[in-house]
Structure formats: structure tokens, C-alpha cells
């Protein structure tokens, strides 16, 4: 077991690996295979919308040729306090919103970032300045941390499903986060050529909340 400030981070092994065909698949791994068979056209197209956050417009275009489970990481489990990861990514915003003004010379009023629809290149120009206050997250509440990308320019893409998330849990309070990551290897195009990309599993819980299992998306500009 892990301490951080504000949070508590508990990384226990699974079965090794992968299940292997012989045992029972858990449920995580099932939302997994779900949302892989919509994606490959093989399962309920409804299963798409095990995105965290729904599927976007991109996300229901989204295809797959093939798939297959390479590996799975130990799952991660964090329970921490939603007033002070609230209150890191308002500091964050706040940063960032910072350094957006001086980007697009607007000024720096309202709160989020959602309002001006940012770009990848102006995405990377913010990330420098608020590096110190991404790693502050990082080291307090690292899982959490890990699915807001807080220290990659992806966090800023205006519809990062984790501010919604956090937004809809209110400011008190405690929260429980599990999150599972597999590596699934796609074939694809005439010389089927091999790519290996995560895929992130997770549930939040916090007061009456719970996700249930969700998949974390990717980036409209960024598979990570």
C-alpha cells in the first residue's frame, strides 16, 4: 500500500495477466469484450455508450477490424477526499486559464475552459505553465490524476469526461475510483499490421454516485 496526500493507493494483483480461457471471465473483462465486439461490429452497437461520459460523434464512427487481449495490468483502487481533488483542478483550470488568455489575448474570465473550444496546438502551449500544479495532482491522487491526463495536453480537450465527472459528484465528500487497464492488440488495413493500444476500465463512486464499469475514451487527437 501506497500513502499520497488526500488519497490512498491500493494496487493488488489480478490473475496473471490475462484470464486465461479456462476461467471464468469477471465482469470488468466482459464490459471490456462488450464494448470491443460493438466496436468490430460484432456485438449490441448500444455498448458503445460504455464510454464514460457517452459516446461522441466520433466515438459512433469508430470501427475495429479485430482485436485481442494481450494483457492486463494489476488493478488499481484509490479512495480519497472530493474537496481537494475539486480543489487541485480548480487551482489547475485556474493555471491553465491563465495561459489561455495570453494565448488568444481574451482575458481570463469564467471558470473552465470549456467555452473556448481549444485546439491541440493551443492545448500544448498551456500544458508548460501548469506543469507544476498537473504533478501536485499527480503526487496527491495519482489514479485519478492518471484518468484526467492531468499531465498531458489531452486534459485540456473541452470534453474530457472527467470534469464532468467530478462536477456531478459535488464538492464533499469522499470517492472510491477502481481502474483496470488492459493491452489490446488490433490488425489492421490489407497488411494487417499489428498496434498495441490501452484500454482503461474504470468505476467512480462518491455518495449516491456510481459510474458503474466504464470505459475511459481517447482523444479526438490523441489515442492515449
Keep these: 500500500m501506497r500513502r499520497a496526500v488526500g488519497a490512498t493507493v491500493v494496487a493488488v494483483w489480478a490473475l496473471a ?18 464494448y470491443l465486439e460493438a466496436l468490430t461490429g460484432k456485438g449490441s ?17 469508430f470501427n475495429l477490424e479485430n ?8 488493478p488499481q483502487v484509490e479512495q480519497g477526499d472530493l474537496r481537494q ?3 487541485m483542478m480548480q487551482d489547475l483550470d485556474k493555471a491553465g486559464r491563465t495561459s489561455l488568455s495570453k494565448i488568444i489575448n481574451v482575458g481570463g474570465g469564467g471558470e473552465g475552459l470549456s467555452v473556448h ?22 503526487r496527491s491522487s495519482p489514479v485519478l490524476a492518471y484518468i484526467a491526463r492531468v499531465d498531458k495536453d489531452v486534459y485540456w480537450h473541452p470534453k474530457n469526461p472527467v470534469r ?3 462536477a456531478s459528484a459535488g464538492g464533499s465528500g469522499s470517492y472510491m475510483l477502481q481502474l483496470h487497464i488492459f493491452t489490446i492488440e488490433t490488425k489492421e488495413g490489407p497488411r494487417q499490421v499489428p498496434r498495441q493500444w490501452p484500454l482503461r476500465v474504470l468505476r467512480f463512486r ?18 492515449e
Aim: hydrophobic letters at 45%.
Design 17 to 34: 495477466l490475462a484470464a486465461r480461457a479456462d476461467e471464468p471471465k469477471d465482469e470488468v473483462r466482459k464490459v471490456a469484450e462488450r
Design 45 to 61: 452497437q448500444d455498448d458503445r455508450e460504455l464510454l464514460l461520459g457517452g459516446a461522441t460523434a466520433n466515438a459512433q464512427l
Design 67 to 74: 482485436w485481442k487481449v494481450i494483457s492486463r495490468a494489476p
Design 85 to 87: 481533488v475539486v480543489g
Design 117 to 138: 473550444q481549444i485546439s491541440e496546438s493551443e492545448a500544448k502551449k498551456i500544458l508548460e505553465p501548469t506543469r507544476e500544479k498537473a504533478q501536485a495532482f499527480l
Design 164 to 166: 464532468a465527472l467530478l
Design 206 to 223: 462518491a455518495g449516491k454516485l456510481d459510474t458503474g464499469w466504464k470505459i475511459l475514451p481517447a482523444s479526438d487527437w490523441n489515442a
